[in-house]
């Protein structure tokens, strides 16, 4: 089971309720990060591509490029071909070791990277902007126009409601643990 939805709706949040209940989480951003940080190859490809200015002490610096693919689709793209292959290779090798009835995969890029054609459904956890910009300052102390080369980047609430199976409400008003258990109770039928 995939769950999306764009940079501060609430997903990491949703996860941890589902692994509460037993549900095996993988998290995609987690893995991307790891693969850039320990794998030689790719940052190898990166500073082929970037230059050494994404280097801090020699080490691929995570906000230096961020600032880069965020505001050049071009640069995205490529960062995106280097890392999506190697996150899908280790989302395989994870799903062979789980037992559990089903599992969650948690990322923002479920279509923009074709994972969803791997999976059996889609939940998109679906937040208001206003309530998002202030989570992702509090969160990562990024400024409003930071925010917003993200969320361009990512698909729009109405692409994703129209594209997911189910939907999370993560609002001020919202229930979350009881959206989350109706959909398992669904999920293990």
């Given amino acids: 089971i995939g769950l999306t939805g764009g940079i501060g709706c609430g997903k990491t949040t949703i996860s941890k309720i589902f692994q509460i209940i037993g549900t095996p989480i993988y998290n995609s951003d987690e893995a991307a990060k790891k693969i850039l940080n320990q794998n030689t190859s790719v940052k190898q490809k990166i500073k082929n591509h970037f230059g050494i200015k994404v280097l801090t002490n020699n080490k691929l610096d995570n906000k230096k490029i961020a600032n880069i693919?965020?505001?050049?689709?071009?640069k995205l793209k490529i960062i995106n071909s280097i890392?999506?292959?190697?996150?899908?290779?280790?989302?395989?090798n994870w799903c062979e070791k789980q037992k559990a009835m089903y599992i969650i995969k948690e990322s923002a890029l479920i279509f923009n990277s074709n994972a969803y054609k791997e999976l059996d459904h889609v939940i998109?956890?679906?937040?208001?902007?206003e309530l998002r910009i202030k989570r992702i300052q509090s969160?990562?102390?990024?400024?409003?126009?930071?925010?917003?080369?993200?969320?361009?980047n990512q698909s729009s609430d109405d692409f994703l409601e129209k594209k997911c199976d189910y939907i999370i409400t993560n609002?001020?008003?919202?229930?979350?643990?009881?959206?989350?258990?109706?959909?398992?109770?669904?999920?293990?039928?």
């Fill in 83 to 92: 890392i999506h292959p190697l996150v899908k290779e280790d989302f395989t």
């Fill in 171 to 189: 609002n001020e008003h919202s229930f979350l643990i009881e959206q989350v258990f109706k959909l398992h109770e669904l999920f293990i039928k």
């Fill in 124 to 129: 998109f956890v679906k937040s208001p902007l």
């Fill in 139 to 152: 969160r990562d102390k990024k400024n409003e126009q930071e925010i917003f080369s993200i969320i361009k």
């Fill in 69 to 74: 693919i965020f505001k050049q689709k071009e």
